[in-house]
């Protein structure tokens, strides 16, 4: 599984994706890491996603506005 194709910059043997291990050199491109292995700083973001989404339902606002600010944190991805 990949995020669609999209890549995050070039990269070489000996320059490395910024962002490792979560962006992969492939090809000389970097591209977003599979779901698969799950890093350290993943297992926080599910945790803390888990409990904030919660304590949205419960409020019962939408949880877009917390939600993006998080995946940016914990899982390396940027706005484009």
Not at 5 to 18: D, L, Q
Not at 25 to 54: N, Q
Request: aromatic residues 14%; charged residues 20%; glycine residues 12%.
């Amino acid at each position: 599984m990949t995020n669609g194709g999209e890549t995050y910059g070039s990269c070489s043997e000996t320059e490395p994706c910024e962002n490792e291990p979560f962006y992969e050199c492939r090809d000389k491109l970097c591209y977003h890491k599979d779901v698969f292995p799950i890093e350290g700083l993943e297992w926080g973001g599910y945790f803390t996603v888990s409990i904030l989404m919660a304590l949205c339902n419960v409020a019962g606002i939408g949880g877009g506005a917390i939600d993006q600010p998080i995946m940016q944190v914990f899982y390396k991805f940027e706005i484009k």
